[in-house]
């Protein structure tokens, strides 16, 4: 199925396998006429997509204008830095210096904790559109921004090394999420009379 329009932006999926809790399928996003991700996952817990991109709506806020002539890359690493994310700029702290007891250590994680708690700012520069623990996990994050009568989405896989920009339609975003969120396998999550929503 595909909620949006592909030629600017569309969430696609297939429903492979349902429980009573979960729906599982694989799950891709169309950016203008081309598809994001080379490999689809088949086992992609669609639930929880929904779940994401029902938060993303719920966020709500005006949308941050984004400059016509500003770089890409400056934009997407001020939006991954104002929601408290780190960028290809900052050190990758290995995992056993977190595991060490070392007082120096200990010192440098809570200076480097300080520093991103620093960065982030109310509201930040950028909507998240959140969609699923796998692409995050895989280092994808996506954000949304006005231009005029137009908006933009940023997209990068790689902490902003590299981003990808399209300018769109306004709503082109907005539209394809609440055509996912209302397909007929997520309707149950965006009623009200819901407790576990």
């Keep these: 199925m595909l909620a949006g329009n592909s030629r600017y932006f569309a969430l696609w999926y297939d429903v492979v396998k349902t429980t009573p809790k979960k729906i599982y399928g694989p799950f891709n996003v169309f950016v203008a006429g081309a598809l994001l991700l080379d490999e689809v996952d088949a086992e992609s817990e669609l639930i929880s997509i929904a779940s994401d ?36 700029e900052d050190p990758i702290v290995p995992d056993h210096w977190r595991l060490a007891g070392s007082e120096k250590i200990k010192e440098f994680m809570q200076l480097f904790n300080d520093l991103i708690e620093e960065r982030r700012v109310d509201p930040p520069f950028g909507q998240e559109i959140l969609m699923g623990p796998k692409l995050r996990e895989l280092g994808w994050r996506f954000f949304l921004y006005s231009r005029g009568k137009r908006e933009v989405v940023l997209i990068s896989g790689d902490r902003g090394l590299t981003v990808m920009k399209r300018v769109l339609p306004k709503g082109s975003v907005i539209a394809a999420i609440y055509t996912f969120l209302n397909s007929e396998e997520f309707l149950p999550l965006s009623d009200p009379k819901r407790s576990d929503s």
Excluded: C, N
């Excluded at 984004?66 to 408290?84: A, C, M, T």
């Design 53 to 88: 991109l029902k938060k993303t709506l719920a966020e709500g806020h005006t949308l941050s204008e984004i400059p016509k002539w500003g770089k890409p890359q400056e934009q997407f690493v001020r939006s991954l830095h104002e929601h408290g994310y780190l960028s290809f």
